[in-house]
Protein backbone atom coordinates (compact mmCIF):
# COMPACT_ATOMS: atom_id res chain seq x y z
CA UNK A 1 0.00 0.00 0.00
CA UNK A 2 2.68 2.92 1.02
CA UNK A 3 4.85 1.83 -2.09
CA UNK A 4 1.80 2.67 -4.21
CA UNK A 5 0.39 5.70 -2.15
CA UNK A 6 3.57 7.18 -1.47
CA UNK A 7 6.43 6.68 -3.00
CA UNK A 8 8.88 9.08 -1.34
CA UNK A 9 7.92 7.22 1.98
CA UNK A 10 8.51 3.78 0.80
CA UNK A 11 11.96 4.70 -1.09
CA UNK A 12 13.23 5.82 2.44
CA UNK A 13 12.36 3.10 4.04
CA UNK A 14 14.36 1.04 1.72
CA UNK A 15 17.24 3.08 1.59
CA UNK A 16 17.36 2.96 5.37
CA UNK A 17 16.83 -0.97 5.38
CA UNK A 18 13.74 -2.60 4.91
CA UNK A 19 11.21 -1.48 7.61
CA UNK A 20 7.92 -1.61 5.68
CA UNK A 21 6.95 -4.31 8.00
CA UNK A 22 5.25 -2.04 9.98
CA UNK A 23 6.01 -3.24 13.27
CA UNK A 24 6.88 0.24 15.03
CA UNK A 25 3.07 0.79 14.19
CA UNK A 26 2.39 -1.56 17.46
CA UNK A 27 3.93 0.58 19.40
CA UNK A 28 2.30 3.87 18.05
CA UNK A 29 -0.97 1.92 18.76
CA UNK A 30 -0.80 1.71 22.12
CA UNK A 31 1.44 4.90 22.34
CA UNK A 32 -1.79 6.97 20.55
CA UNK A 33 -4.07 5.27 22.47
CA UNK A 34 -2.63 6.31 25.77
CA UNK A 35 -1.63 9.55 24.82
CA UNK A 36 -4.23 11.03 22.66
CA UNK A 37 -7.59 9.53 22.94
CA UNK A 38 -9.45 9.53 25.82
CA UNK A 39 -10.24 5.99 27.18
CA UNK A 40 -13.99 5.34 26.08
CA UNK A 41 -12.55 6.21 22.51
CA UNK A 42 -10.22 3.83 22.92
CA UNK A 43 -12.87 1.03 22.73
CA UNK A 44 -14.40 2.64 19.64
CA UNK A 45 -10.96 2.40 18.25
CA UNK A 46 -10.83 -1.12 19.03
CA UNK A 47 -14.56 -1.91 18.12
CA UNK A 48 -14.23 -0.56 14.47
CA UNK A 49 -11.03 -2.62 13.92
CA UNK A 50 -12.45 -5.65 15.04
CA UNK A 51 -15.77 -4.83 13.24
CA UNK A 52 -14.40 -3.79 10.19
CA UNK A 53 -13.45 -7.55 9.66
CA UNK A 54 -17.01 -8.43 8.79
CA UNK A 55 -17.87 -5.15 7.56
CA UNK A 56 -15.32 -3.54 5.54
CA UNK A 57 -12.12 -5.78 5.02
CA UNK A 58 -9.89 -7.99 7.16
CA UNK A 59 -6.79 -5.39 6.49
CA UNK A 60 -8.14 -2.57 8.04
CA UNK A 61 -5.36 -2.23 10.95
CA UNK A 62 -3.20 -1.76 7.78
CA UNK A 63 -4.99 1.19 6.70
CA UNK A 64 -4.67 2.61 10.17
CA UNK A 65 -0.92 2.24 10.30
CA UNK A 66 -1.22 3.57 7.11
CA UNK A 67 -2.84 6.47 8.38
CA UNK A 68 -0.28 6.53 11.25
CA UNK A 69 2.63 6.82 8.85
CA UNK A 70 1.38 9.29 6.97
CA UNK A 71 0.57 11.82 9.97
CA UNK A 72 3.97 11.65 11.20
CA UNK A 73 5.30 11.46 7.44
CA UNK A 74 6.84 14.80 7.11
CA UNK A 75 8.60 14.74 10.34
CA UNK A 76 10.19 10.90 9.22
CA UNK A 77 11.19 12.43 5.83
CA UNK A 78 12.59 15.67 7.04
CA UNK A 79 15.21 14.07 9.50
CA UNK A 80 15.24 10.50 6.66
CA UNK A 81 14.20 8.64 9.91
CA UNK A 82 15.29 4.54 9.58
CA UNK A 83 13.44 2.01 11.97
CA UNK A 84 15.11 2.69 14.90
CA UNK A 85 14.85 6.18 14.88
CA UNK A 86 11.09 5.91 14.54
CA UNK A 87 10.80 4.24 17.50
CA UNK A 88 13.22 6.60 19.47
CA UNK A 89 10.64 9.22 18.30
CA UNK A 90 7.62 7.56 19.29
CA UNK A 91 9.26 7.01 22.86
CA UNK A 92 9.89 10.00 23.40
Not at 42 to 71: D, G, P, R, Y
Amino acid sequence: MIQILDSEMFELMHQNGDFTHFYFCYRWFLLDFKRELLYDDVFSVWETIWAAKHVASAHFVLFLALALVQSYRDIILAHSMDFTDIIKFFNG
